[in-house]
Every structure is written in C-alpha cells, then in structure tokens.
Antibody, heavy 120, light 108 residues
Framework: QITLKESGPTLVRPTETLTLTCTCS??????????VAWIRQPPGKALEWLAL???????RYRPSLSSRLTITKDSSKNQVVLTMANMDPVDTATYYC????????????WGQGILVTVSS | SYVLTQPPSVSVAPGQTARIPCGGD??????VHWYQQKPGQAPIMVMY???DRPSGIPERFSGSKSGTTATLIISRVEAGDEADYYC???????????FGSGTEITVL
C-alpha cells in the first residue's frame, strides 16, 4: 500500500532555509510516470501547489516561488526533498507531499502533513 | 495564470443534495479532480476525471462538468460530509497544477 510521510523542522527562523523530506513506500519515486509533489496550506487557507518532481527528474515549480524552491529525489532512499530558501512568517503552513501520475495528474495519495512555523 | 473559482461555503440540510461548483476558463479542456479535507486531516481524493469515483468513496458522491463549470454533487448529505472541498486541474498551457479556493460544506 502506498504511503508518504513528511519530516523536517517544525520551527524555522525568518531568512533560514527549510528542508523537508518525503519518505515514500509502496511505490518507487523512479518508477515510470510517477511524480511526487509538495503542497502547502497556511492555517485556515486553501491548498497551494508548490513543486513536483517526476520519475525522470523533470521538475515543475509554482512560478511565484520558483526562485526559492528546489525539489530533488533520492532514489536509493525513495525520498523526495523540498528546500525553500529565505523563509518568512507568511510561509507558516502545513506542508504535504503527495503521489501523482503523469497523465491523470491528480494526487491520489497524501502524507499526513507537517506544520512548519516561521518565527523568531 | 489559470484560476479556479469556488464559493467559500455551501449549507445543506441532512438528507438533501449539495452541489459544489468550480469555475474556470475553458474548463472543458481540463480534467477536474476533487478532494475532501476534514478538519485536522490531509485531503483525500473523492472524484477524478470529472466524474470518476475512487474505490471506497460512497456512491452518494458524483461529479459533472458543463461548459466552464464542474460540479461535485453529494446526495443524501450526512453530518460526516462536513468538510472543505477543493477542485484541481492540471493546466496544460502553463504545465502547472492549480487548486480552487475551496468550499466549506456545512450540514445544517
């Protein structure tokens, strides 16, 4: 069965770089047509797609945040890592990773999410 | 950038039908997917490709699309259906994923 789990710091200081890891099981992040995305949700607000990396390493970013985001994958650990530079209090949110497939491009499996607070 | 528009809230009495609209330009050219998110929980997919229901989702959930509006329909609404519902598309021209602003369903 497919599961994803987010891990990383729950508190970061303004201007710091956030690094989040999504550990995947039940599928390979390098399997044909697989994609893993990061999606965030500020408290009380809507879902916001951030980035996605495909099985072949191709990646996509939310244009408004692209200069701050990097998504990578480690096939040996079956993990996907998101870094977000220059964190600000407005980046306080629950960050989710989610499984996707090229073609449908929906998110059929989600992690439980991790709440990241940006505060000095 | 592509935008999906949803009403902030919809109220419905138990046993009645809830209809959640999602509007977007040229929506006929996009496959629409829907997610349910209950408080404190991660979203789950409740509809894909406009009107296909994942296994485990009750038959009370259905989807439709016409023109520039997709609709998630919940028949015989129950208290347990109270949640936020989001529509989502993949916008081919921009190669980006887009979520709607979300609709909170309140069961009266």
């Amino acid at each position: 069965q497919i599961t994803l789990k987010e891990s990383g710091p729950t508190l970061v200081r303004p201007t710091e770089t956030l690094t989040l890891t999504c550990t995947c099981s039940g599928f390979s992040v390098s399997a044909d047509r697989v994609g893993v995305a990061w999606i965030r949700q500020p408290p009380g607000k809507a879902l916001e797609w951030l980035a996605l990396i495909y099985w072949d390493g191709d990646d996509r970013y939310r244009p408004s945040l692209s200069s701050r985001l990097t998504i990578t994958k480690d096939s040996s650990k079956n993990q996907v890592v998101l870094t977000m530079a220059n964190m600000d209090p407005v980046d306080t949110a629950t960050y989710y990773c989610a499984h996707s497939i090229v073609g449908p491009r929906f998110f059929d499996y989600w992690g439980q999410g991790i709440l990241v607070t940006v505060s000095s | 950038s592509y935008v999906l528009t949803q009403p902030p809230s919809v109220s419905v009495a138990p046993g009645q039908t809830a209809r959640i609209p999602c509007g977007g330009d040229n929506l006929r050219d996009h496959s629409v997917h829907w997610y349910q998110q209950k408080p404190g929980q991660a979203p789950i997919m409740v509809m894909y490709f406009d009107d296909d229901r994942p296994s485990g989702i009750p038959e009370r959930f259905s989807g439709s699309k016409s023109g520039t509006t997709a609709t998630l329909i919940i028949s015989r609404v129950e208290a347990g259906d109270e949640a936020d519902y989001y529509c989502q598309v993949w916008d081919t021209p921009s190669n980006l994923f887009v979520f709607g602003s979300g609709t909170e369903i309140t069961v009266l």
